[in-house]
């Protein structure tokens, strides 16, 4: 019987020993399919965390906001179309100036979100310091513009822009670092009310000498709304909120465009039945029958009758009187709605964190914003009299856009790495007490 010789199998180079076997080594075309999928795959991830919002309050507060300012561009485009073709603008002009703003305040809102709290800490003191000296130039030199007796605008190189907006914007960052830093000292009216009220209290005096009472109270706002979501005691409140009113008034009552407009709120020459209407009455009349004439429903949007150049200043102050008429009382409650929403988001940012800093900045953003919002809807509906400020995100006013696009970009930049119970802000901030 006879075997056969066991087979020998000779063993085969294994990929790493000897080198990659021929039919394991890549082609060409793979290699750069390869390569192709790896960079879609890393530019994937870059633009994910480009786009990468770190809490849900972020998405709440940019939706919001985007709704209203896209909802003021169709609305300025309907108010201010007659009024632009009167001025040889064309249909459009009003709409285009608004959306050149809108294009540039809205990216620049998402690349302000981006800064870390450091920066906000840094840049508080130049921006207030420079955002005063640009109001100085307005006052005190021949650059001021005067409007509808008002010298709060500036003009260089024929651009012309209010500095209070950007005041507003420079107390937002630089009431929060202060209160931060004093965080200890919430208690002594020294340390708090004489950097509050002095320094900050200039800011607004500066305005104050302008004119403009209305811009002016939405400032002394900021300043009052900072102190109490910081947590000073009411009763340090008191005294400077009393001296506050009494100087609004003696202000109000020593300019006789102010006293006007006043005494027309109480209805001083706004007799409509035997058809003496003052001047100063006109506006507020005419708002009041624009929102009558729109009902429920409204008259549809781009069929107001009172942009006709019956209703002056209806892509601006008034322009909530263009909405009532145009899409009536739901269309009315809808930006109410709107407003309150965003108040909501505002709220929902200072309860995630637990840096001071963030809280007041916040705080003082939502004052500013909501706190204009319901004076010039409150103009419109009578309850306070004419103070000329715009509706924020919504009426035509180029400076007043940017200024809000930029500060709620801010109150996004707080959103960002936040986590609950672990803010970035507050890690940065007991660090630099450590320290």
């Not at 008034?249 to 020593?254: E, Q």
């Not at 269309?331 to 909501?344: E, K, S």
Request: charged share 10%; glycine share 12%; aromatic share 8%.
């Amino acid at each position: 019987m006879t075997t056969n010789p066991p087979r020998i199998r000779t063993p085969r180079p294994v990929a790493g020993e000897h080198g990659p076997r021929e039919s394991q080594a890549p082609r060409p075309s793979e290699t750069g399919d390869a390569v192709s999928h790896g960079a879609g795959a890393a530019a994937r991830i870059s633009l994910g965390r480009v786009f990468k919002a770190e809490s849900a309050n972020y998405f709440l507060l940019l939706g919001t906001t985007l709704f209203l300012v896209v909802f003021g561009l169709v609305m300025v485009l309907s108010s201010s179309s007659v009024d632009s073709y009167l001025e040889n603008a064309g249909f459009f002009g009003g709409i285009l100036r608004q959306g050149v703003f809108a294009l540039v305040g809205i990216p620049l809102m998402l690349v302000v979100s981006r800064f870390p709290l450091k920066f906000w800490q840094r840049i508080a003191w130049p921006a207030l310091i420079g955002s005063c000296f640009l109001q100085c130039l307005v006052i005190f030199t021949p650059l001021g513009i005067e409007v509808a007796g008002n010298t709060n605008w500036l003009s260089i190189g024929g651009v012309q822009f209010q500095p209070s907006e950007l005041i507003k914007m420079a107390l937002v960052i630089w009431l929060g670092m202060i209160l931060s830093l004093k965080r200890d000292r919430l208690d002594d009216w020294r340390h708090v009310l004489i950097p509050v009220f002095g320094v900050g209290g200039g800011a607004v005096m500066l305005v104050m000498i302008g004119g403009d009472l209305g811009t002016v109270m939405i400032m002394a706002g900021i300043l009052f709304g900072a102190l109490f979501f910081a947590g000073v005691k009411l009763r340090m409140l008191a005294l400077p909120l009393v001296i506050g009113g009494v100087g609004a008034l003696v202000v109000a009552l020593s300019s006789s465009n102010r006293l006007t407009r006043i005494m027309s709120f109480l209805g001083t020459g706004c007799d409509e039945i035997s058809g003496t209407i003052s001047a100063a009455c006109w506006q507020p009349l005419h708002g009041t029958w624009a929102l009558a004439n729109g009902g429920v429903f409204g008259v549809g949007l781009g069929n107001s009758k009172a942009k006709w150049s019956w209703l002056p200043a209806a892509d601006n102050d008034y322009i909530f009187a263009i909405i009532g008429e145009e899409l009536g009382l739901i269309g009315a409650i809808v930006v109410l709605c709107m407003f309150i929403l965003l108040a909501f988001a505002f709220i929902r940012v200072m309860r995630s964190t637990g840096n001071l800093q963030v809280r007041v900045s916040t705080a003082t953003v939502m004052v500013w914003v909501i706190g204009q919002a319901l004076v010039n809807i409150g103009v419109v509906l009578g309850v306070f009299p004419v103070l000329g400020v715009p509706l924020p995100l919504i009426s035509a006013g180029g400076t007043a856009l940017l200024s809000t696009l930029i500060a709620i970009g801010i109150v996004l930049s707080f959103t960002r790495g936040s986590r609950p119970g672990v803010d970035s802000g507050q890690r940065a901030d007991t660090g630099a007490a450590a320290r």
